[in-house]
């Protein structure tokens, strides 16, 4: 293929944990949305991973079925909103572990319990699903050593969207950490759009 410039939209995708049992236990107790699996959680014992407001909405909502929900967080200090953390820190039936990372999830046919890391100290817990949550990180693998990026991949981009490349241009979620919406993604097409219209000569 061949034109006169590029308009980069790649995107993000939900970070993994990259831990054994992640990849071999997809599908079967690991889950994709509070929401959306709800049911698949009901009375039974969850594991949610995360502290953004993302990890904190869905332990809200798969506690209101599950019969406890716990929350694994690296860090102290939380991302998410203080609203969701009020009524986190309320809810009876979630519990909050920060400082810890889930470093293994077992399992033979499906989700059986999860090893957690706290402290120095290495327990198991026993549930049987598991909802990861612990931010985002762009598509941006394929452009390293050929485009400029910043220390967290995102594609570095001037007020009109162009790269460090000529007649490259980036747009939505990989070139904006800070407001990854569809709004301002679209925003951003229009205004490289235009840019290109304008220099079609180039």
Do not use: Q
């Not at 939900?14 to 831990?19: E, F, G, T, W």
């Not at 077992?106 to 909802?131: C, Q, S, T």
């Not at 400029?148 to 950490?177: H, M, Q, W």
Request: net charge positive.
């Amino acid at each position: 293929f061949s034109a006169k410039a590029l308009i980069i939209a790649t995107g993000i995708r939900r970070r993994k944990l990259n831990v054994p049992g992640e990849a071999e236990l997809k599908g079967k107790g690991i889950l994709e949305s509070g929401k959306r699996d709800a049911e698949k959680a009901k009375e039974k014992n969850v594991c949610v991973v995360g502290g953004g407001d993302a990890a904190l909405e869905n332990a809200l909502i798969l506690a209101k079925t599950a019969r406890r929900v716990t929350l694994v967080h690296r860090r102290k200090d939380f991302r998410a909103r203080s609203e969701f953390l009020e009524k986190a820190w309320r809810n009876p039936s979630i519990e909050i572990l920060t400082g810890a990372a889930v470093t293994k999830i077992l399992g033979r046919e499906k989700v059986e319990a999860v090893e957690i890391k706290n402290n120095n100290k290495v327990f198991i817990l026993p549930v049987e699903a598991v909802l990861i949550r612990a931010g985002v990180e762009p598509n941006t693998e394929i452009f390293r050593g050929k485009l400029e990026l910043d220390e967290n991949g995102y594609i570095k981009i001037d007020s009109l969207c162009r790269t460090s490349a000529e007649k490259v241009f980036a747009v939505g979620d990989a070139a904006n950490p800070f407001a990854p919406t569809v709004s301002s993604a679209v925003g951003m097409g229009a205004t490289a759009a235009k840019v290109i219209l304008s220099k079609l000569s180039f």
